[in-house]
């Protein structure tokens, strides 16, 4: 049987994941997290193959799953193939603002995600992420 927790759940789901977030980075401007989380999660499901990627998507509360599908093309991945690439592309979708380390925004972001999973789906989730991006994910 289907329960439907509602829009206000979404929504709170949501503002709990971006204020964490802003606790990892210890920052105070959501709007800016926001956008950090995004930036992050958009090359991330692009750097994966699609199951994993639709794995990563389901640990997302449901309106950021919206935001993390948005614009994806499951066929026309945009493959990392360095890690400067990939971390360019978070810099890039914050409009490579200044004050944003993309490798921390990286590291908060997959630590995050980690935290909601089990030892054996981080294992998992690392080993489908491309050798170049593994030590972003937490030990």
């Known amino acids: 049987m289907y329960v439907s927790l509602g829009p206000n759940y979404a929504l709170q789901a949501t503002q709990n994941w971006i204020s964490e977030l802003a606790w990892r980075l210890r920052w105070h401007e959501r709007g800016r997290v926001y956008r950090v989380l995004i930036a992050t999660l958009h090359p991330l499901r692009d750097c994966l193959d699609r199951d994993e990627a639709v794995y990563i998507g389901a640990q997302l509360p449901a309106l950021l799953r ?8 499951p066929a026309r991945r945009a493959k990392a193939t360095n890690r ?8 890039e979708g914050v409009h490579r603002d200044p004050a944003v380390d993309p490798e921390e925004v990286a590291r908060s972001v997959l630590g995050q995600l980690a935290d909601r ?4 789906e981080i294992q ?11 030590d972003l994910w937490p030990v």
């Open 84 to 91: 400067k690439s990939f971390l360019a592309r978070i810099h």
């Open 124 to 134: 998992e989730a690392k080993a489908a992420t491309p050798r170049v991006l593994n």
């Open 66 to 73: 919206g935001f993390y599908y948005e614009g994806w093309h």
């Open 117 to 120: 999973m089990s030892a054996t």
